[in-house]
């Protein structure tokens, strides 16, 4: 019961247009720039020290581009 609940009301959520989940830390221009260094052979750790977010979230940004 409790799990219907949850998800009719995660439904209601979507439909009234809200944003479900974490907010995203990078956008298209700051994807773009971590490609661009990556090509120039820069290291994940430079990468991430110059676009100021984590390694892992560089990591995240390769792996799908």
Do not use: F, H, P, Y
């Not at 720039?33 to 977010?53: C, F, H, W």
Request: hydrophobic residues 35%; aromatic residues 0%.
């Amino acid at each position: 019961m409790i799990r219907e609940r949850t998800l009719a009301g995660l439904k209601r959520a979507k439909s009234q247009g809200k944003t479900l989940g974490r907010k995203k830390v990078t956008d298209d221009t700051m994807t773009a720039k971590i490609i661009e260094l990556r090509n120039e052979k820069k290291s994940i750790r430079q990468i991430a020290s110059e676009v100021g977010i984590s390694r892992g979230t560089v990591n995240n940004v390769l792996k799908v581009a």
